[in-house]
């Protein structure tokens, strides 16, 4: 699977936006763009995925640069319990089934 | 809740011994996945379960490391003969064949190994 980059770590408010980057300049064509986030003591769990076009769901939005090199997870309000490890991870889906995850970035969320 | 469950939440073990794991997947979910993740690492791939068949191992999945998923539902994975360098959070995830490209994994909370 082709590598992403994240920034280790990141800060926000309580109830203001978060971006979250993500960095894949070898993608391939076939590479889906997924996000997972991780809670503390807990397994990770899916946010959204998308592929070329921006994605929104109740939990984020994923907007994905026209080249595909980049792409930012969007939390709308960040609340307390957004405070977790998010991981942007590149799956082809023709390619296997497991995720590679990376080091994520990890989000703090200041009250 | 119908999640992923994993048995035992935590164990501690001496080196030199074996160790067993359960995973219950989420019913009717026919794909299964096993995960190991160290502290301050995201999870790393061990291996992969399509109802009762394990199609896919990862080199980090050693001799002393064993997955059956007997009749296509629950999961154990074994190590043996268990080193420090095992201690780790053991994760398992489940998905459903027909979850399309997204193919959404619902992860269980893990097990803690601590290999003393």
């Known amino acids: 699977d082709a590598k992403t980059t994240q920034p280790n770590s990141m800060e926000s408010n309580e109830e203001e936006p978060v971006h979250l980057p993500c960095n894949h300049s070898?993608?391939?064509?076939?590479?889906?763009i997924h996000w997972y986030r991780q809670l503390p003591s807990q397994g990770p769990e899916y946010v959204i995925h998308?592929?070329?076009s921006n994605v929104n769901n109740r939990m984020a939005s994923l907007a994905i640069a026209e080249d595909r090199k980049s792409s930012t997870l969007i939390l709308h309000r960040a609340t307390l319990r957004d405070a977790a490890v998010y991981y942007c991870?590149?799956?082809?889906?023709?390619?296997?089934?497991?995720?590679?995850f990376g080091g994520g970035t990890r989000l703090m969320v200041k009250p | 809740d119908t999640g992923v469950s994993q048995d035992p939440r935590h164990k501690i073990t001496k080196r030199g011994q074996n160790v067993t794991f359960r995973c219950d997947p989420i019913?009717?979910?026919?794909?299964l996945y096993w995960y190991r993740q160290t502290l301050g690492q995201g999870p790393e791939f061990l291996t992969y379960?399509?109802?009762?068949?394990?199609?896919?191992k990862s080199r980090l999945l050693s001799d002393r490391f064993s997955a059956e998923r007997p009749k296509g539902s629950f999961s154990t994975l074994e190590i043996q003969r268990t080193e420090q360098g095992d201690s780790a959070m053991y994760l398992c995830?489940?998905?459903?064949?027909?979850?399309?490209?997204?193919?959404?994994?619902?992860f269980g909370p893990g097990t803690r190994l601590t290999v003393l």
């Open positions: 995830a489940s998905s459903h064949r027909l979850a399309g490209v997204g193919n959404e994994q619902f």
């Open positions: 070898t993608i391939s064509g076939t590479d889906y």
């Open positions: 998308g592929l070329t």
């Open positions: 991870i590149l799956r082809d889906n023709n390619a296997g089934n497991m995720l590679t």
């Open positions: 019913s009717e979910h026919n794909r």
């Open positions: 379960f399509q109802n009762e068949a394990q199609l896919e």
